[in-house]
């Protein structure tokens, strides 16, 4: 049985002993995805109505023991295709980070909160069809016993779309990359890092210019 992180590539709740080869193969592609050292990768539950079968993963950026932007990546699979997916297999991503101040009023941030997706999947050569999703900005301001916590934006980008290409670590890849900008990171000239294993995940690297923590 495929596996990524330790976890078993299964259907989404649906009693079956194993998944399709297509499916457990794209699960094992997932594997050799080439990511940041400032993503902890660790498996999440996958949801289980939206397809027969379905794996997830979620990811943190962290630098120095910090947290910068956490998301979560679903692979789904329905072996007779979907209409709106116009394929077999689908990626639905959440990627989110809170902002500097000065990019928070930016009127906009949410085409380039898009653009940065489109950006990545591009550079990592991902095919794709039917992309969708939202960009949503919230600002937050604490009052009374929380009054020290300040004002706060946050951005969150929820996206999926329809790998046309059967590369699926390059998609997983792309995400990866999409996570480490909206947290602020410059791109690494040393270039990605292969996927940990379950016993290695929690790489972090120090980079200079990133945002603040996320709030706990």
């Keep these: 049985m495929a596996t990524v992180g330790g976890q078993s590539a299964q259907g989404g709740g649906t009693g079956k002993e194993a998944a ?11 594997g050799s ?16 109505r939206l397809a027969p079968y379905a794996f997830a993963l979620s990811a943190t950026v962290e630098v120095d023991g910090e947290e910068l932007a956490d998301g979560t990546l679903v692979l789904l699979h329905d ?11 689908r990626v639905v991503t959440m990627a989110r980070a809170e902002l500097e101040p000065e990019m928070a009023g930016d009127p906009v941030l949410s085409e380039v909160g898009w653009a940065w997706l489109l950006d990545a999947l591009q550079a990592h050569g991902a095919g794709y069809a039917e992309p969708s999703g939202t ?14 916590r300040g004002a706060s934006t946050e951005i969150e980008l929820r996206a999926s779309w ?11 890849a792309a995400w990866g990359d999409l996570l480490c900008t909206c947290a602020g990171l410059p791109p690494t000239a040393a270039g990605p890092l292969p996927l940990p294993d379950a016993a290695s995940l929690g790489g972090v690297v120090p980079m200079p210019a990133r945002r603040r923590p996320r709030p706990h």
Aim: charged fraction near 25%; proline fraction near 13%; aromatic fraction near 8%.
């Design 20 to 30: 399709p080869i297509e499916f457990r193969e794209a699960v094992e592609a997932l």
């Design 33 to 48: 995805a080439r990511l940041r050292p400032e993503l902890v990768i660790a498996p999440a539950p996958a949801p289980r």
């Design 79 to 89: 072996p007779a295709g979907q209409e709106p997916w116009r394929g077999d297999f």
């Design 135 to 148: 960009v949503t900005r919230c600002h937050s301001q604490s009052f009374g016993a929380l009054a020290e």
């Design 162 to 172: 329809t790998p046309s290409d059967g590369r699926f670590e390059r998609h997983l």
